[in-house]
């Protein structure tokens, strides 16, 4: 099978609005960022696999249940799937900060996605908002990464530095003529 190279997007901050410094817990919580339907189904037009690859230790620390977790991303599913847009893999970490082997910025993740599908990492783009999401594509061998500046202090700028999802999508654009 051909390889093609993916777009690995971190979640809250990138995919949905942050919750700032709580979780999102339920879906009365979990609002889409403005732009990333759009964003999303331009990258499968572009023949990119998206995944989601997202820490949710708030499922490790009680604040929420796996069947509540899998709810939020069953609906997420949905609304994307009807733009085309659904994400072809989600890979979440729900553990608690140093019991596994799979929290960011560890590649696990991505490298899961990899194993099951023929996903060219090194020409792959890891997009988040957070210093470890950057890591994360760094450990994992992807070729570029987009941060997308919010919330969080900015220590590992990635490769590209955006301000919005429209600017993430003009990065995208800019690396693929590159």
Known sequence: MKLRPAIFFDRDGVVNLSPGSGYVTSLSDFHLMPGIIDLLAWCKAQE???VLVTSQQGVGKGLMSQADLDAIHDFL????????AAFDL?????HLDGTCSCRKPSPKMIQDA???LPIDVPNSIMIGDHDRDILMGRNAGVGHTIRLAGEKEVNEPGDLLTHSIPEIQAALKQLMQA
């Open 48 to 50: 990119f696999y998206t």
């Open 77 to 84: 599913q949905t609304q994307l799937a009807a733009h085309d």
């Open 90 to 94: 989600i890979r979440s970490c729900t």
């Open 114 to 116: 990899a194993a099951l």
